[in-house]
Nanobody
Framework: QVQLVESGGGLVQPGGSLRLSCAASGSIFSIAAMGWYRRAPGKQRELVAGITRSGSTNYADSVKGRFTISRDNAENTVYLQMNSLKPEDTAVYYC?????????WGQGTQVTVSS
């Protein structure tokens, strides 16, 4: 049984930081590249950051230089360090494999950047 549980979201002022965590169970973590996705109001869900099994990373242009994705294989956890947050980063953030598996979407974690 594969389960992905996101946590760490919240309300933060512009310029602030948050660290999101994605706890994975099942075989997905060992097999697949993992990523963070987000869905902003009125927008499609988009890939924000991805990390391969070997540790290679890629980022959406909108977050490059501000966000860092990492993984802890021993803990089956993927992280997203979010710095210099902007109001346009407000969204529900999800983790999933890359490419995503439809049946694995969780509830996500809400990130709200506002003064």
């Amino acid at each position: 049984q594969v389960q992905l549980v996101e946590s760490g979201g919240g309300l933060v002022q512009p310029g602030g930081s948050l660290r999101l965590s994605c706890a994975a169970s099942g075989s997905i973590f060992s097999i697949a590249a993992m990523g963070w996705y987000r869905r902003a109001p009125g927008k499609q869900r988009e890939l924000v950051a991805g990390i391969t099994r070997s540790g290679s990373t890629n980022y959406a242009d909108s977050v490059k230089g501000r966000f860092t994705i990492s993984r802890d294989n021993a803990e089956n956890t993927v992280y997203l360090q979010m710095n210099s947050l902007k109001p346009e980063d407000t969204a529900v953030y999800y983790c999933n494999r890359v490419p995503p598996a439809g049946g694995y979407w969780g509830q996500g974690t809400q990130v709200t950047v506002s003064s």
